[in-house]
């Protein structure tokens, strides 16, 4: 799988839209974008994902590049309950197996 | 609810002792995970079962840990000898396997926070 880079951390205001970028410049043609989330204390938990159409589900946006070589994970109005780490994930479709996990972004959403 | 369970969610042992834990998958998940993650630092992979089939092992699982998903549906993982070092938090997660290729999200539990005194 393609390795991912993120910024470590971020700050967001409460009711306006976080934008967590990631790069992936050495992503494969027929592997996906996953963006996962991790509470404090909880499991990660699925956002989204994407091949290389911009996608939109009920938590976020996903908006990926052209050349698939980088995407933007788009909460519109983050609360407070968002503050969270963000891991960017790439993974070929049907590996089966795991998620490699980087660093992740680790984002704070204040008042 | 009828997400991924996990149990316990905390253990704390003396070192050298034996540690299980269980996983509850999705009821209808073919695929169930195994991963740990310190503090700080994202989830790391070491199991997964397709069914009751064991399929890969990270280099992270060592002779002390084994895992078994006896019947296809729950799992165990346990940890022999127990060691400062296995202090983390135990994930489990589970997917659904189409079978013909595609992509499949793995849906986490709550994890199991392991404590070696």
């Known amino acids: 799988d393609a390795k991912t880079t993120q910024p470590p951390s971020m700050d967001c205001a409460e009711g306006r839209a976080a934008n967590l970028p990631c790069n992936h410049s050495t992503i494969s043609g027929n592997e996906y974008v996953y963006w996962y989330r991790q509470i404090h204390s909880q499991g990660p938990q699925y956002i989204i994902h994407?091949?290389?159409n911009n996608e939109t589900n009920e938590m976020a946006s996903l908006i990926i590049t052209e050349d698939r070589k980088s995407s933007t994970l788009i909460l519109p109005h983050a609360t407070l309950r968002d503050t969270a780490v963000y891991y960017c994930?790439?993974?070929?479709?049907?590996?089966?197996?795991?998620?490699?996990f980087g660093g992740g972004t680790r984002l704070m959403v204040k008042p | 609810d009828t997400g991924v369970s996990q149990d316990p969610r905390h253990k704390i042992t003396k070192r050298g002792q034996n540690v299980t834990f269980r996983c509850d998958p999705i009821?209808?998940?073919?695929?169930l995970y195994w991963y740990r993650q310190t503090l700080g630092q994202g989830p790391e992979f070491l199991t997964y079962f397709q069914n009751e089939a064991q399929l890969e092992k990270s280099r992270l699982l060592s002779d002390r840990f084994s895992a078994e998903r006896p019947k296809g549906s729950f799992s165990t993982l346990e940890i022999q000898r127990t060691e400062q070092g296995d202090s983390a938090m135990y994930l489990c997660?589970?997917?659904?396997?189409?079978?013909?290729?595609?992509?499949?999200?793995?849906?986490f539990g709550p994890g199991t926070r392991l404590t070696v005194l």
């Open positions: 997660a589970s997917s659904f396997d189409r079978g013909a290729g595609g992509d499949n999200e793995q849906f």
């Open positions: 009821s209808e998940h073919n695929r």
């Open positions: 994930i790439v993974r070929a479709p049907n590996a089966g197996n795991m998620l490699t």
């Open positions: 994407g091949l290389k």
